[in-house]
């Protein structure tokens, strides 16, 4: 199982990225896929996640209005469009996996309930 991470780097607050997560190694399509972030000191928390059946979709309200999550089960690819980009923004982003179906458009399963993970890919906002 691989979940390899990419688009990260660093950014002009207002400024945009496309963070890509390439998945192999399982049957992408049955899980819900889901971006979380972590930053120096502060614990993970989840930015936004999207089902695998009906592409319901679930963002944190840090993140909502600004972020834009959606995925290609053809490509095994989940994507995070980022706009508005803010200093606190700033954060090792992370994709992760999951087979179990309780999250949804209201409610993101803690992290540790994950089945898979990427290495992560720095996202940094300064100017």
């Known amino acids: 199982v691989q979940l390899v991470e990419s688009g990260g780097g660093l950014v002009q607050p207002g400024g945009s990225l496309r963070l890509s997560c390439a998945a192999s190694?399982?049957?992408?399509?049955?899980?819900?896929m889901s971006w979380f972030r972590q930053a120096p000191g502060k614990e993970r928390e989840g930015v936004s996640g999207?089902?695998?059946?009906?592409?319901?979709?679930y963002y944190a309200d840090s993140v909502k209005g600004r972020f834009t999550i959606s995925r290609d089960n053809a490509k095994n690819t989940v994507y995070l469009q980022m706009n508005s980009l803010k200093p606190e923004d700033t954060a090792l982003y992370y994709c992760?996996?999951?087979?179990?179906?309780?999250?949804?458009?209201?409610?993101?399963?803690?992290?540790?309930?994950?089945?898979?993970w990427g290495q992560g890919t720095q996202v940094t906002v300064s100017s």
């Open positions: 992760a996996a999951d087979r179990d179906g309780n999250n949804s458009p209201t409610y993101l399963r803690p992290w540790w309930e994950y089945d898979y």
């Open positions: 190694g399982f049957t992408f399509s049955s899980y819900y």
């Open positions: 999207i089902s695998s059946s009906d592409g319901g979709t």
